[in-house]
Antibody, heavy 120, light 112 residues
Framework: QPQLQESGPGLVKPSETLSLTCSVSGGSMSSSSYSWAWIRQSPGRGLEWIGAIYNTGRAYYSPSLKSRVTISGDTSNNIFSLSLSSVSAADSAAYYC????????????WGQGILVTVSS | DIVMTQTPLSSPVTLGQPASISCRSSQSLVHSDGNTYLSWLHQRPGQPPRLLIYKISNRFSGVPDRFSGSGAGTDFTLKITRVEAEDVGVYYCMQAKQFPYTFGQGTKLEIK
């Protein structure tokens, strides 16, 4: 059973870059059967899909965040990362990394989440 | 973006009684591959969402059979035949037909 675990700072200053990493165990990120996504959740915005990366390295982003987001992957180490630039208080949220089984379902496995607060 | 609308937003139920949540999408969720990527998630306080139902009506591994999903096109329903205490929390529908994937607002299930 795959496990996903987010890591990174819980506090980021406004205008700086939020960087998070998701470590995947119990499954290979190099498999073409899966994609890997970032989701965030806040009281004001609910659940929000940020973007996803495939084993080819190609990433897709939410149009509302596209100008500030980069998702990258390291299949040799089974980790993928989120970078969100120029953050503001509106980016304060719980961030989750999530697996999708292609052709089957989004979100069969989720990380526990990491709470990120944007504040000076 | 596809807008997902759930009703009701809050559902007080009696233990052992049925519950039902509706979800409507702003456009058809039928993918070009013929599948309909509509899922239901359940979230307990302090926990990440977990997958209950995928492709309208398929229960994910370990999900009790008191949960069932139905629907087609733009209208979908999650039913619980007999609510148990562990079923409290927030239920979300979500679509994975096209980017950006989108979620409903959530329906809070609570015990009367």
């Amino acid at each position: 059973q795959p496990q996903l675990q987010e890591s990174g700072p819980g506090l980021v200053k406004p205008s700086e870059t939020l960087s998070l990493t998701c470590s995947v165990s119990g499954g290979s990120m190099s498999s073409s059967s899966y994609s890997w996504a970032w989701i965030r959740q806040s009281p004001g915005r609910g659940l929000e899909w940020i973007g996803a990366i495939y084993n080819t390295g190609r990433a897709y982003y939410s149009p509302s965040l596209k100008s500030r987001v980069t998702i990258s992957g390291d299949t040799s180490n089974n980790i993928f990362s989120l970078s969100l630039s120029s953050v503001s208080a509106a980016d304060s949220a719980a961030y989750y990394c999530v697996r999708t089984e292609l052709g089957v379902t989004f979100g069969d496995y989720w990380g526990q989440g990491i709470l990120v607060t944007v504040s000076s | 973006d596809i807008v997902m609308t759930q009703t009701p937003l809050s559902s007080p139920v009696t233990l052992g009684q049925p519950a039902s949540i509706s979800c409507r999408s702003s456009q058809s969720l039928v993918h070009s591959d013929g599948n309909t990527y509509l899922s239901w998630l359940h979230q307990r306080p302090g926990q990440p969402p977990r997958l209950l139902i995928y492709k309208i009506s398929n229960r994910f591994s370990g999900v009790p059979d008191r949960f069932s999903g139905s629907g087609a096109g733009t209208d979908f329903t999650l039913k619980i035949t007999r609510v148990e205490a562990e079923d409290v929390g927030v239920y979300y529908c979500m679509q994975a037909k096209q980017f950006p994937y989108t979620f409903g607002q959530g329906t809070k299930l609570e015990i009367k």
